[in-house]
């Protein structure tokens, strides 16, 4: 079955560095989405990409789609105590199944 | 507008017992998805449905079952609750495939003892 495999599980940074995570997935996505969850929380939804070679910015997140629809990224720059939390991809195929990443647990030392 | 409403936010069940979870939408969405969070780690797929009548097994289905009578619920039931089923469950509803972000509930933190 289709899986999506996130790296790295957990990143530990400076206030004030840059993050980054990756998604990978076993077979070609129709489309993926990033969400965020907050300790305690429920996922909530950032962004979704869709075509390939797509970038999107939202301040300071910058999100990438692969050429060949297969992984994805999410940097953050100068991260700010308020990011942290865990980050999770999820690939979409065609037939409406959504596969979640494991998820990049983000800390972030004041 | 309530979104995704799940009942009840937390359950503490015997090993043996049975209970179902309620999940409602008041959106509209045809697609909805049932999610189990162990801790530190990621979402998995127990069930999803593409519509009212239509329910199909995700990654993880093995104890749980579910209906979609309407388009507005979407209940878990677990039978013969084991250990192995303390976890947060997580309910789901997008719109439809394509360009729709999901939208989640609060959780329901269920302990098997």
């Known amino acids: 079955g289709q899986q999506v495999m996130q790296i790295p599980q957990y990143q530990h940074v400076q206030e004030g560095e840059d993050f980054t995570t990756y998604c990978n997935s076993s077979?070609?996505?129709?489309?993926i989405q990033w969400y965020k969850q907050r300790p305690g929380g429920h996922p909530v939804f950032l962004i979704q990409?869709?075509?390939?070679?797509e970038v999107k910015k939202q301040k300071r997140l910058t999100f990438q789609f692969g050429e060949a629809k297969k992984n994805s990224s999410l940097h953050i720059t100068a991260t700010q105590t308020t990011d942290v939390g865990t980050y999770f991809c999820?690939?979409?195929?065609?037939?409406?199944?959504?596969?979640f990443g494991d998820g990049t647990t983000l800390t972030v030392k004041p | 507008n309530a979104g995704v409403t799940q009942t009840p936010k937390f359950r503490i069940l015997k090993i043996g017992q049975s209970m179902t979870l309620q999940c409602t939408q008041d959106?509209?969405?045809?697609?909805m998805y049932w999610y189990r969070q162990d801790p530190g780690m990621g979402l998995k797929l127990i069930y999803y449905?593409?519509?009212?009548?239509?329910?199909d097994k995700g990654e993880v289905p093995n104890g749980y079952n579910v209906s979609r009578s309407t388009t507005e619920d979407f209940p878990l039931r677990l039978e013969l609750a084991a250990p192995s089923q303390t976890s947060v469950y997580f309910c789901?509803?997008?719109?439809?495939?394509?360009?729709?972000?999901?939208?989640f509930g609060q959780g329901t933190r269920l302990t098997v003892v």
């Open positions: 077979t070609t996505l129709s489309n």
């Open positions: 449905s593409v519509g009212a009548g239509i329910t």
């Open positions: 999820a690939g979409q195929t065609n037939a409406g199944k959504s596969t």
């Open positions: 959106m509209n969405h045809n697609y």
């Open positions: 789901a509803s997008r719109p439809g495939t394509g360009n729709t972000e999901a939208f």
């Open positions: 990409l869709v075509k390939s070679g």
